[in-house]
């Protein structure tokens, strides 16, 4: 079952190969707002992450919070985990790690110790993004690319949002 229990669902895990040549990071970035999706259609926040290794999908993974009642089951540490565990390494040098929302300083810092090679997210977090200490949390050889698909993102939150707000 792993680490994570019920939550993560195993038809969600390790199952796209794509064909070099049909890659890119917005094909990628499509494939975290699936996750996205799927985080909010289960009243978790809406972020999406998967984690790319030689142009294929090792990891996918959604925010699971109030699913597994833990504050720490964000979106990428899941992705992470799934991807050590997958690799059978503990170091993502030649990763690629895909979110739908700039990663907190806690997700930052777990890609830091991962050394994931890239970092591309789509909406910028201005409240609690890692950015707001600045790129040094990261491990200094991670590339990061920021707003790819970012309306997109972006709007998938603030439907969220509204939706919770509407609620009560």
Not at 37 to 66: L, M, T, W
Not at 90 to 101: Q, R
Not at 106 to 121: N, R, T
Request: glycine fraction near 8%.
């Amino acid at each position: 079952m792993g680490r994570y229990g019920i939550g993560y669902h195993a038809k969600y895990q390790n199952e796209v190969k794509m064909e070099p040549g049909t890659h890119n990071d917005e094909h990628y970035m499509k494939e975290a707002i699936r996750q996205a999706r799927y985080s909010f259609d289960h009243n978790e926040i809406p972020v999406g992450c998967v984690i790319v290794c030689k142009n294929r999908i090792v990891a996918k993974a959604y925010n699971q919070i109030e699913m597994l009642n833990d504050a720490t089951a964000h979106a990428e540490m899941i992705a992470l985990t799934s991807a050590f565990n997958y690799l059978g390494a503990k170091y993502l040098t030649d990763c690629t790690l895909y979110v739908t929302l700039e990663p907190c300083m806690m997700c930052a810092g777990a890609m830091h110790w991962a050394q994931i090679g890239k970092l591309v997210y789509g909406a910028s977090d201005p409240k609690k993004g890692f950015s707001q200490l600045g790129q040094g949390i990261l491990h200094p050889k991670t590339e990061v690319i920021s707003n790819i698909l970012e309306l997109e993102c972006k709007q998938i939150i603030d439907r969220f949002f509204i939706s919770l707000r509407d609620q009560n």
